[in-house]
């Protein structure tokens, strides 16, 4: 059986958006979600909070720069990548986060991020 990497997230951007160009000109937009996780011990209401990295490319990261601000809460569909550098120092580092597919603004009366259809390359 084939592998699976799917990552479906709702939650709250930490910081607004940060968008650049890679050299051949693809948009990477690159965003912070906090995504809350209640629950219930005895009599008592619990909260954990996530902080996760998101990544989006082309149409979809240009529509999130234009669209999105720190506090606005989205659905963010995509699968789940890991990130690996050396520092100039030689140390080795790595970092998970999602490349997203699909950026949906969620906020009330808001309408999804335009683009977000498109299947972008890596």
């Not at 999130?64 to 506090?71: C, D, S, Y």
Request: glycine residues 8%; contains cysteine.
């Amino acid at each position: 059986m084939g592998e699976y990497n799917k990552v479906i997230l709702m939650g709250n951007l930490t910081r607004d958006p940060e968008l650049r160009y890679t050299p051949a000109g693809l948009a990477v937009c690159e965003f912070p979600l906090a995504v809350h996780h209640r629950y219930r011990i005895h009599d008592e209401i619990k909260e954990d909070v996530c902080y996760i990295d998101v990544v989006a490319f082309g149409r979809v990261g240009e529509r999130a720069k234009e669209h999105l601000r720190r506090g606005s809460r989205v659905l963010v569909d995509g699968r789940l990548t890991q990130r690996r550098w050396e520092t100039p120092e030689g140390q080795k580092r790595s970092k998970y986060e999602v490349a997203a597919n699909t950026v949906q603004f969620i906020d009330a009366g808001s309408t999804p991020v335009p683009g977000q259809e498109e299947d972008l390359p890596l």
